[in-house]
């Protein structure tokens, strides 16, 4: 699986021999299971549920997207926040998602209060206060926690009732991290999301292909 997976993408035939690789084990446990009645369900479901397994329904995702062929049904969301639209679907889910984004700081330097003058006896003379200069600075904020979307269209984030959407076609910067991913939308007023606790690589390699989705 990191063989063929090294270069990101997985081709027709490594596809298809993938495909009869899990398929053919898979039978196997069953056919054990059935004869022998050893507890080997659990092992398929181990199988499906881990790291390589998980990297080999992206890869196969990717293949279809970068080729230009209708998207097969490889991941489905049992109970989704989100009534998609006809003609979006769901293409993973990611839990436990830290959401992070720039907030401006406003902070004046050179401010003063103005002072008192007595000018005669019972009698002063103020001067004005002022703020000084305002100094803006952007500072990262972690907003909240929740679960991040990716469909054929849109990232969603979710988090206790409220969502964001952001579709893939106003997305103008994907910068990757080693657990995380910053994306920037357009438009003048739009400041970059950083999302954490995501597979960064295939989510970029979506955003980068998505015009090549059906």
């Known amino acids: 699986m990191d063989t063929l997976l090294d270069d990101g993408v997985l081709s027709d035939k490594e596809k298809s021999n993938l495909d009869r690789f899990v398929s053919f084990y898979s039978d196997q446990f069953k056919k054990l299971k059935a004869k022998h009645g050893w507890d080997v369900v659990s092992e398929i479901d181990n199988i499906q549920d881990g790291e ?48 992070f984004t720039y907030k401006t700081k406003t902070e004046y330097r050179g401010s003063s209060d103005g002072i008192s003058i007595r000018i005669a006896k019972g009698l002063y003379y103020r001067t004005g206060s002022f703020k000084g200069n305002p100094i803006r600075t952007e500072v990262l904020e972690k907003k909240k926690d929740g679960s991040l979307i990716l469909t054929t269209k849109n990232i969603y984030f979710y988090c206790g009732g409220s969502l964001e959407k952001t579709p893939l076609s106003k997305i103008i910067l994907a910068q990757t991290f080693a657990d995380g991913i910053l994306i920037q939308k357009d438009g003048m007023r739009e400041k970059p999301k950083i999302f954490k606790h995501v597979d960064s690589w295939f989510i970029s390699n979506v955003i980068s292909n998505h015009e090549n989705i059906p």
């Open 52 to 99: 390589q397994y998980q990297r080999f329904i992206k890869g196969a995702i990717l293949s279809d997207i970068i080729n230009g062929r209708p998207l097969e049904k490889r991941f489905t969301i049992n109970e989704s926040p989100i009534i998609f639209p006809k003609g979006e679907s769901p293409l993973w889910l990611f839990n436990n998602v830290g959401y």
